[in-house]
């Protein structure tokens, strides 16, 4: 078959979990309800945050550029889902699958990083507190937060142009809810054995180097906290709590999801897998860093007592 006929696809067809049509409108107003709660808590630490001085330091302004990773993260994935969900099929186009796999790899691998950066400051802040404000000085932050944006741009410009380098010919059926690298390179009309190996290797030192940094970092918190009086150990390790909640929902899900052997789970199965990296964790790092967060909660009441006031006035 000559090029020219193998680039024949202009658009392809999500189709979502058409297998089972009479859970998709229970699916639609579950991912719904998901959504906006996802959008809600995150715009909120976002604007707390923000607004509130006292919380201007590296451990919130980290947890603040998490939370705009999970809007977007949310943002680039949900609306296109809904659409899937609410009609038996959805095409969408060749640019627009690019657009949304290119983000989908940019907010993932940047939030990699990120979890990554966070446990490097948990470290310095619990086993040298004394000498934490010049290890994590506003230079190093920054370097650290552009740093992982970087990374997760890199990552998702090379990979999403090599997929989209190869031919498709046909069939253009996704058999997924939105266009993740695996089942989109199914249908390329050429050999991907180099782009796999590529993906694969990428895959471990993405999701490895940086999970081992805080592995690291948390053997060497444990070290030190079992040092310390136990009321103060105790207190040291609850500012770690969310981060370790976080670090499990996120790498947990996405190791399942990438380093999977190629048709080791079925295509439902794989769509809860995505599932679970792209949305839960979006949905519950609000929860637990609010919830857990004593500072958190109080800037929240600070803020809402402020509000409260300028109405009386």
């Known amino acids: 078959m000559k090029r020219q006929n193998q680039s024949s696809v202009v658009e392809f067809i999500l189709l979502g979990f058409s297998n089972f049509p009479e859970l998709q409108e229970q699916l639609f107003g579950v991912f719904l309800v998901v959504y906006l709660v996802t959008l809600i808590g995150n715009a909120m630490i976002i604007v707390i945050i923000s607004l509130e001085q006292s919380l201007h330091i590296p451990m919130y302004l980290f947890i603040l550029n998490l939370s705009v990773v999970d809007v977007s993260f949310n943002a680039v994935i949900m609306p296109e889902m809904l659409v899937v969900l609410s009609t038996e099929k959805s095409t969408i186009t060749l640019s627009g699958c690019f657009a949304q796999m290119y983000f989908l790899l940019l907010f993932g691998g940047t939030e990699c990083f990120l979890l990554g950066t966070m446990a490097y400051d948990r470290f310095a802040a619990i086993c040298h507190p004394l000498s934490y404000p010049m290890i994590m000085n506003k230079s190093v932050f920054m370097k650290l937060v552009m740093f992982s944006w970087v990374s997760g ?25 939105f266009c993740e690298t695996p089942p989109v390179l199914e249908l390329a009309c050429a050999d991907t054995f180099w782009f796999e190996i590529y993906a694969f290797t990428g895959t471990i030192l993405i999701v490895m180097v940086p999970f081992s940094l805080i592995l690291l970092s948390y053997f060497r918190i444990l070290f030190a906290i079992l040092k310390m009086p136990s009321n103060t150990g105790r207190q040291a390790f609850s500012t770690c709590a969310s981060h370790l909640t976080s670090v499990t929902l996120f790498y ?10 190629k048709s ?5 199965t794989k769509k809860l897998m995505s599932l679970a990296y792209t949305l839960l964790t979006p949905l519950l790092n609000p929860l637990i860093y609010s919830l857990r967060n004593s500072e958190m909660k109080r800037a929240l009441m600070k803020l809402w007592r402020r509000k409260v006031d300028l109405h009386t006035l």
């Open 153 to 177: 741009i890199m990552v998702a410009t090379v990979q999403t142009s090599w997929v989209f380098s190869f031919p498709f010919c046909g069939p253009r059926e996704i058999n997924h809810l």
């Open 252 to 261: 947990g899900t996405a190791n399942m999801t990438y380093l999977q052997p």
């Open 264 to 268: 080791g789970y079925s295509p439902e």
